[in-house]
């Protein structure tokens, strides 16, 4: 079991060190100071609009299976 989890454990650090990799940009240059703006003082991206409802609709399904699975425990 404790070879399983840290199986796991590695395969979860590396698929998170694979989808957060950034590129450093087109040509492989990293970007130059006064381009245009990123982060959290760039252009709003469309998912933005539905932060509130995601939100909402996170904790309600944490709160479905937590019901869901409490009422089934024995």
């Known amino acids: 079991m404790k070879a ?3 199986l796991l454990y590695s ?3 590396f698929v998170f060190c ?3 990799a950034q590129g ?3 040509g492989g240059q990293p970007p130059e ?3 245009p703006p990123t ?3 760039g ?3 469309p998912i933005d609009m539905y932060i509130y409802l995601l939100s909402i609709v996170a904790v309600a399904f944490i709160v479905f299976y937590t019901k869901k699975y ?4 024995i």
């Open 4 to 6: 399983l989890n840290k």
């Open 11 to 13: 395969l979860f650090l």
């Open 18 to 20: 694979v989808l957060n």
């Open 24 to 26: 450093t940009g087109p």
């Open 33 to 35: 100071p006064g381009g």
């Open 39 to 41: 982060g959290p003082g």
């Open 43 to 45: 252009d709003s991206v």
């Open 70 to 73: 409490k009422s089934q425990k």
